[in-house]
């Protein structure tokens, strides 16, 4: 069960995976972007990609790293919702999939940006 204080590294750890996804050349379109159930942390545009990126932070890697808990399920659910974005927003760009993690070990931030983390399956 997430405590009031994992919760508020969650927020923060979206603080700084869009100053991350900024620094780099990123434009954020949408934060926390809502389809029924279904959440995306951000949807930015970089070069003529739109790419809907999952923040997973957390503040040990005791459990494994936090890219680790983005499940096959949790990305359905992303995939899902952004092919609503997309077709809501009559946007033909080439979409990408990211996963931002933040790690914060003692003192230290690590932030992790894995592009094309996952794809789409075919059905």
């Known amino acids: ?10 927020i923060e750890g979206e603080k ?7 620094d780099k050349g990123y434009e954020v379109l949408e934060q926390n972007w809502r389809f ?7 949807i930015a545009r970089h070069h003529n990609f739109i790419i809907f990126v999952e923040v997973k932070a957390r503040s040990t890697s005791d459990f494994g790293e936090p890219e680790l808990f983005v499940t ?3 990305q ?3 995939i899902a919702a952004a092919h609503q974005y997309l077709t809501e927003k009559d946007i033909a760009l080439e ?8 790690l914060q070990l003692n003192n230290t931030i690590q932030v ?5 983390a996952f794809y789409p399956s075919i059905k």
């Not at 700084?16 to 900024?22: R, S, Y």
């Open 1 to 10: 069960m997430k405590d009031k204080n994992s919760h508020n590294f969650g």
């Open 16 to 22: 700084i995976a869009k100053k991350h996804l900024v």
């Open 36 to 42: 029924k159930k279904y959440e995306v942390d951000i």
């Open 72 to 74: 096959k399920k949790k």
């Open 76 to 78: 359905g659910f992303l």
């Open 95 to 102: 979409s990408r999939f990211d996963i931002v993690s933040v």
């Open 112 to 116: 992790k940006h894995l592009e094309g």
